[in-house]
T-cell receptor, first 115, second 113 residues
């Protein structure tokens, strides 16, 4: 049973380009969360999605960032016109449900470097 | 006040020592609590859940104090392999019925030979 799969592991972009980060949740999981970890900082919540719905995007920057979780295929975190400050590790997590003690399972992350 | 606060450390301890971390949370409605471990900016991995009655898993003991709004992690007989960053995780159940897990900044532990 494969875990949470993220790709690519490393992504290098020049300023102004677009970055697309993909996340396939664990089999049977329909809840996806994206977190960002800046150097020397903790994980910051970005967005929570269920299939075809954005439930909570309160942690997403207002501009350039968007996320989706289509009916078929992986969840995508999209960053348009990247800037150096977007360089970070982006982790995706999934869960089976939303119960009190529901555990999150994390992917290996995508390390985004903006030149 | 931050939702979840941790001392970032680092805690440098000799092998075999006992070390304890605390984590405070601000939302009294928080429902569930966890400790995760993160190695060298790899993905966080669940270490243990934290229950009101306290729980133990081998050398690791977790406690919850709802009155004072903190959780703790105790590691006995520290091993070199315990060197990592320990993330406190708090899960308030929002009115929308879903969880929005909040991570602390993490406490870095370095076990020294």
């Amino acid at each position: 049973n494969a875990g949470v799969m993220q790709n690519p592991r490393h992504l290098v972009r020049r300023r102004g380009q677009e970055a697309r980060l993909r996340c396939s949740p664990m089999k049977g999981h329909s809840h996806v969360y994206w977190y960002r970890q800046l150097p020397e900082e903790g994980l910051k919540f970005m967005v929570y999605l269920q299939k075809e719905n954005i439930i909570d995007e309160s942690g997403m920057p207002k501009e350039r960032f968007s996320a989706e979780f289509p009916k078929e295929g992986p969840s995508i975190l999209r960053i348009q016109q990247v800037v150096r400050g977007d360089s970070a590790a982006y982790f995706c997590a999934s869960s089976f449900g939303t119960g009190n003690n529901e555990k999150l399972f994390f992917g290996s992350g995508t390390q985004l470097s903006v030149l | 006040r931050k939702e979840v606060e941790q001392d970032p450390g680092p805690f440098n301890v000799p092998e075999g020592a006992t070390v304890a971390f605390n984590c405070t949370y601000s939302n009294s409605a928080s429902q569930s609590f966890f400790w995760y471990r993160q190695d060298c900016r790899k993905e966080p991995k669940l270490l243990m859940s934290v229950y009101s009655s306290g729980n133990e898993d081998g050398r690791f003991t977790a406690q919850l104090n709802r009155a004072s709004q903190y959780i703790s992690l105790l590691i006995r007989d520290s091993k070199l392999s315990d060197s990592a960053t320990y993330l406190c995780v708090v899960n308030p159940l929002y009115s929308g019925g879903y969880q929005k897990v909040t991570f602390g900044i993490g406490t870095k532990l370095q076990v020294i030979p």
